[in-house]
């Protein structure tokens, strides 16, 4: 067995969205570790460019692009400037997503901010995917990879637009899968709870405490640990996984109950 070329990315290019902090960050780094050309894609480009100039210090290859989800020609303008810098398309970490989790009460929440998330957290995604899926099969090789969530399966008030719209996630990345074969590979990654800076504004060692009542390996994640998920997806290791949902979670659910 040739373990040699598992997790070889060289050659490869990959898009990362939301990728100016956080797991989009962290996933960035790890490709780039690996060898792939990065796309530092975000809507807040200054902290994509700082993304991109400490992977650039580091050896690696790597440029930023301004990138609002929910435009369409944001959306083309990152696949157009990703293929006339490197020549190709290999791997697409749909990373962005939000909601107004705990706060989409179905008598506070509108229907403009319903629609808000499902164009961030879907609509994107498969818009994404189809504009990039070309490109894929012209190299021969392509990874898609989703960013899901503990919520898409979990059940919970007030957060009925995000979840239902990580749970389209989930069921589109296994249709696509069949659309997509055998030159594409897309899969999905519900991460549990991570100490993100937006879970560290809501964190206190209480609410920790109760998220870990329920999680076996009694840590809550690190964007580290999603990366290597990512990595898992985008490398020649998983080449016989396709329309998957890995949950990275310590075993368990961080919920508040």
Same mark, same amino acid.
């Given at each position: ?18 990728? $100016? ?52 020609? $944001? ?54 995917? @189809? ?29 009925? $637009? ?64 999603? $990366? ?15 329309? @998957? ?8 659910? @961080?919920?508040?109950?």
């Amino acid at each position: 067995m040739d373990t040699s070329k598992f997790f070889d990315l060289k050659g490869k290019t990959a898009i990362v969205t939301g990728a $100016a902090a956080g797991i989009g960050k962290a996933s960035c780094e790890v490709l780039s570790a690996y060898g792939a050309n990065v796309v530092v894609s975000d809507y807040n480009l200054e902290a994509a460019q700082q993304t991109a100039d400490a992977i650039n210090k580091s050896g690696g290859t790597a440029i930023a692009v301004d990138c609002d989800v929910t435009k369409d020609d $944001a959306l083309v303008n990152l696949i157009d400037k990703t293929v006339a810098e490197f020549g190709g398309l290999h791997i697409l970490v749909n990373n962005v997503g939000g909601g107004r989790a705990g706060k989409e009460s179905p008598s506070e929440i509108t229907l403009d901010q319903f629609k808000h998330v499902y164009d961030m957290n879907v609509f994107s995604m498969w818009r994404l995917c @189809q504009l990039a899926a070309p490109h894929m099969k012209t190299a021969g090789y392509g990874s898609i990879i989703n960013m899901s969530s503990m919520a898409s399966i979990n059940k919970s008030e007030a957060i009925s $637009a995000y979840a239902s719209s990580k749970a389209a996630i989930n069921h589109m990345t296994r249709n696509l899968a069949f659309d997509f074969g055998p030159e594409i590979r897309i899969n999905a990654i519900g991460p549990g709870a991570v100490r993100t800076h937006a879970l560290s504004t809501v964190l206190t060692p209480e609410i920790e405490k109760v998220m870990l009542k329920h999680t076996p390996l009694q840590r809550l994640g690190e964007v580290e640990d999603i $990366a290597g998920a990512v990595l898992y997806f985008a490398a020649p290791i998983s080449s016989w996984t396709s329309g @998957q949902i890995l949950f990275v979670n310590g075993g368990g659910e @961080q919920t508040l109950s």
